[in-house]
């Protein structure tokens, strides 16, 4: 089924430990977008993807990095999380320009 | 920079009576807006955009240029419209969003 798939749903870690958020879309799409977002509150663009090989960071970069090697994955890697990082992590597709955002059901991180 | 902006965090009104969700925007060319709504335990999912003019769930919302507005309006609100809803700005490859407004529709 067509749809973007976020892993894992909830993640407890220590900090300075390294993680990696999965993010994947089965739609084709080429654009891809990381958002964060505290329960019931304003998204904050972290990174985005026009396409393979393509990133560009957002307002929140978030000490982070993301990777975009083949269409269908974009993961969000921190290479050492620190308690400020906890939020919840969002991902994001859609087709092109002016066309709609498909959402992930995230990844509620909380680090330690 | 584009910009987007809800005023209202918090919004409250009695099953039946009219809503207006509002959102303004900052950008000097042509925007493209949505509106995203989050129910509880869900999705974030698309509500209505500007270009395709329809109406979803009871909902519209009329791009004025000269205000630079985008405000989501209902006449008769439901329960089940109690939700956070966002307002977002496309430029280019770029996706903004407001910083949202929760509303709630009492019984």
């Known amino acids: 089924e067509a749809d973007i798939y976020q892993t894992p749903r909830y993640l407890v870690i220590g900090t300075g430990k390294k993680i990696t958020l999965e993010c994947s879309q089965t739609m084709g799409h080429d654009k891809m977008y990381w958002y964060q977002q505290d329960p019931g509150m304003e998204l904050h663009l972290i990174h985005y993807?026009?396409?393979?090989?393509?990133?560009e960071k957002g307002d929140l970069s978030s000490e982070s990095t993301v990777s975009r090697i083949r269409t269908e994955h974009f993961p969000l890697t921190l290479e050492s999380a620190r308690p400020s990082h906890t939020s919840q992590y969002l991902c994001a597709s859609r087709r092109g320009h002016g066309e709609k955002l498909f959402f992930g059901s995230g990844t509620q991180l909380s680090v330690l | 920079a584009q910009r987007v902006t809800q005023p209202e965090k918090l919004l409250s009104v009695f099953k039946g009576a009219p809503v207006e969700l509002k959102c303004n925007y900052s950008?000097?060319?042509?925007?493209?807006l949505f509106w995203y709504v989050q129910y509880s335990r869900q999705r974030l999912q698309l509500l209505l955009r500007?270009?395709s003019r329809e109406s979803i769930k009871g909902f519209t919302a009329d791009l004025n240029k000269g205000e630079t507005s985008f405000h989501l309006k209902k006449p008769f609100a439901q329960e089940e419209d109690s939700a956070m809803y966002y307002c977002a700005l496309s430029v280019d490859n770029d996706m903004r969003f407001g910083a949202g407004t929760r509303l709630t529709v009492k019984p």
């Open positions: 500007h270009i």
């Open positions: 950008y000097s060319g042509s925007p493209e």
């Open positions: 993807s026009y396409g393979v090989n393509s990133t």
